[in-house]
């Protein structure tokens, strides 16, 4: 495995922004990575995982380590009971797999077809969308250790999965390498069509009582992804952006009530479980003035949906910055609501997160 000095970071991200990488390297198998550690070891250098870039906000300074661009392949399918079970390799395309997945007609990650990025990003922040997460099918992950170089394993319940979180991004965040992801999938199940969004698009095409196909529902996701920008395509200047810039808030009743009333038209909310609600932060946004179209120098909203921050040629990280906090204090001086920003930064000061 080679190892190359000042990469250049952008186009490695959907963002289309950030400066080098010192040291890089395409690992393509676990004792890869492992090798690849003991370098950066012995170099002192710092150590980032870069899948396929699509959630990850790159400093314009970038980064002064190794970054390991993780390149482990295969997808290997096993039997057990109705189930079916995917091994696949951390360096897989996320849709190659989910494609792969449908056409075996197994159930599972339907929903989250068209989301770009790599197998191993997904339970790190454990991927979601129209009304499936990558918790419901995970069955195991495997990883190293690079505290001990040890390789190691997680059961479901071990990732400590959460909305748009896991130990992974939490308080073991950097800690492990993902390298394999088991996904228990259920053969000849049925798509799971639960979010509003997909309920319409079906309502509208295909008879009440029909339970459409996973080839259905995948093309269904991939329609409605694309109207929004969300589907990676050179010719679609809206899809430059590192998809949902911002986590949806959760709040208290009491908070949400007090917006509710505060507010002429009706608030967007779901019910979060123990007295919380989670937030629509893109509608919270378009209450600002913020809207789709917003344009900031080099960089602003998706004309197609308000949530991604978009690249619109030759921006830099401090514009996208300068972008995220515009929104995030003007949503604060409206609301009181504090938007987190959902990509991952790297080159920029992080703060230390607690274990829960
Ligand atoms: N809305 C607006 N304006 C918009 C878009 C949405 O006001 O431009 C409001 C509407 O009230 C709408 C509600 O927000 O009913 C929810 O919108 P949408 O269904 O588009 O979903 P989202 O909450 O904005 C989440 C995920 C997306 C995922 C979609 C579909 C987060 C932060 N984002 O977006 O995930 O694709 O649901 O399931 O949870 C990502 O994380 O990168 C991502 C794209």
């Not at 690849?36 to 899948?51: I, N, Y």
């Not at 997945?101 to 929903?111: F, I, K, L, S």
């Not at 199940?189 to 009582?209: M, Q, T």
Request: proline content about 4%.
């Amino acid at each position: 495995m080679q190892i190359r000095e000042n990469i250049k970071l952008a186009s490695y991200t959907t963002l289309k922004v950030g400066g080098n990488a010192s040291y890089f390297a395409e690992p393509t198998s676990t004792d890869e990575v492992i090798d690849a550690l003991r370098w950066a070891r012995e170099h002192s250098l710092p150590v980032f995982v870069l899948g396929g870039g699509s959630n990850l906000l790159v400093s314009d300074a970038g980064f002064n380590g190794l970054v390991l661009h993780m390149a482990i392949a295969g997808i290997d399918t096993r039997a057990d009971g109705d189930k079916r079970i995917y091994s696949v390799g951390a360096g897989e395309e996320w849709d190659t797999f989910v494609a792969r997945t449908v056409e075996d007609n197994c159930a599972g990650v339907e929903c989250l077809s068209g989301i770009p990025g790599t197998v191993g990003g997904t339970p790190v922040q454990n991927v979601g969308a129209y009304g499936q997460d990558v918790s419901e099918t995970i069955a195991q992950v495997s990883a190293i250790d690079t505290t001990t170089l040890e390789r190691v394993q997680f059961d479901n319940e071990a990732c400590k999965f959460s909305y748009r979180q896991s130990r992974f991004n939490g308080c073991d965040s950097g800690r492990y390498i993902l390298t394999q992801v088991d996904f228990a999938l259920r053969a000849d199940g049925e798509p799971k069509i639960a979010y509003a969004d997909l309920k319409r698009h079906f309502s509208n095409s295909i008879a009440i009582a029909a339970v459409p196909s996973l080839a259905e529902t995948r093309e269904a996701v991939l329609t409605i992804r694309r109207a929004k920008g969300m589907v990676l395509d050179e010719n679609d200047a809206d899809s430059r952006s590192a998809g949902s810039f911002f986590k949806n808030p959760v709040v208290s009743v009491a908070e949400y009530e007090q917006i509710a009333a505060g507010s002429s038209v009706p608030v967007p909310h779901f019910d979060a479980g123990q007295d919380l609600v989670k937030l629509a932060a893109a509608w919270l946004i378009e209450q600002t003035g913020i809207t789709k179209g917003f344009v900031l120098g080099p960089v602003g909203i998706s004309s197609k949906h308000t949530l991604a921050l978009i690249n619109r040629g030759g921006a830099t990280a401090a514009d996208v910055l300068e972008l995220k906090k515009t929104v995030q204090r003007k949503v604060r001086e409206r609301f009181g609501v504090e938007l987190h920003s959902e990509p991952v930064m790297l080159g920029f000061n992080s703060p230390e997160k607690e274990c829960p």
